[in-house]
């Protein structure tokens, strides 16, 4: 199961750090990422980490964003900086292995401009 966390209303400009916990699986996850759903609007891929620690971001977020994990405790982080209002959604974790993709529940991030 995944637990994403850190969510919140920032200002445009500001920062925040997305957590992601994650109990059950340890072994064989082949990559994690963030996605994001903006009301009204399809979930759209925001960012990936291999198990390798290779990066990928998409471009409206690129240079912006950062994700990062913690194998030892099996946590992802998103840190996000510079957010502007058109990055207000709801975020969601996954983490993808053999058994498939495994979902987070989601955290509510909202810029106010």
């Known amino acids: 199961q995944l637990q994403a966390s850190g969510g919140g209303l920032v200002q445009a400009g500001g920062s925040l750090r997305l957590s992601c916990a994650a109990s059950?699986?340890?072994?064989?996850?082949?990559?994690r990422a963030w996605y994001r759903q903006a009301p009204g609007k399809q979930r759209e891929w925001v960012a990936r980490?291999?198990?390798?620690?290779?990066?990928d971001y998409a471009d409206s977020v690129k240079g912006r964003f950062t994700i990062s994990r913690i194998i030892a405790n099996n946590t992802l982080y998103l840190r996000m900086h510079n957010l502007k209002p058109e990055d207000t959604a709801v975020y969601y974790c996954?983490?993808?292995?053999?058994?498939?993709?495994?979902w987070g529940q989601g955290t509510l991030v909202t810029v106010s401009s």
């Open positions: 996954a983490y993808f292995g053999p058994w498939g993709t495994d």
């Open positions: 980490i291999t198990a390798g620690g290779s990066t």
């Open positions: 059950g699986r340890a072994g064989g996850i082949k990559s």
